[in-house]
């Protein structure tokens, strides 16, 4: 039994607030009419691809998207996003796979720059809403090949922003981020339509922590 002053504390709390349950959240893209728990939202038409067990989710980066009604790292004071995905090198020079967007203007958008040699480098963002202080972590000597599989993470500690491709670490910084509240995110594009990504992702992680490096997925 929950004793009265808890109980009364948890009835207190703001309608958006976040419990932290510990528990990481893992969308395996396997169908494009549910993701994690919800029906987005389809912008054009992405596809399914399936190569032997695994599947993902193909944009064109021209008209494909989905958009979310969720935001899952609402209420987390610190988290890190895993993304496995898969850039095309025939995609737009700046594009965005990730954005979430809050009723506080709270912003984390994960994007690439993609270069004319069909390279990549990574973008990661993160606006304070109240401040309207943003953060970008971009370095565009740290370049991949497009083409290929990636594991790219995006990490907050309660007052640092880091950057990691394939487990290892490529940039960090300073940024007061509050937790998030209630919001929508989008897959494949900005949640204002715009900055189309051409590829694929396969597997988003949201963890309620800024995991080790160790504990990162890589290849």
Known sequence: ????????????????KYIDT?????????????????????????????EGKDSSIYFNGVNDGLMIPTIPIEG?????IEVLFKPDSSGS????????????????????????????????????????KGLTLIDSTKLHAANKWYWVALMYDGSKMYSYINGQKELEDKIDF?????????????LNKVSWFKGEIREIRFHPEALPAKNLQHF
Request: proline share 8%; charged share 20%.
């Open 1 to 16: 039994m929950i004793p009265v002053p808890l109980l009364a504390g948890l009835l207190a709390l703001p309608a958006w």
């Open 22 to 50: 510990g528990k990481t959240i893992t969308w395996y893209l396997k169908d494009t009419r549910h993701i994690g728990e919800f029906s987005p939202t389809l912008l054009g038409n992405p596809l399914l691809k399936v």
């Open 76 to 80: 987390w004071s610190a988290f890190t």
């Open 93 to 132: 020079p700046a594009s965005r796979f990730i954005h979430l967007e809050d009723t506080a203007s709270n912003r984390v958008t994960l994007e690439l720059r993609l270069t004319k040699s069909s390279q990549w480098y990574f973008d990661g963002f993160l606006r304070n809403g109240k401040t309207k």
């Open 178 to 190: 509050p937790p998030m509240t209630r919001g929508n995110m989008s897959l494949g594009v900005r």
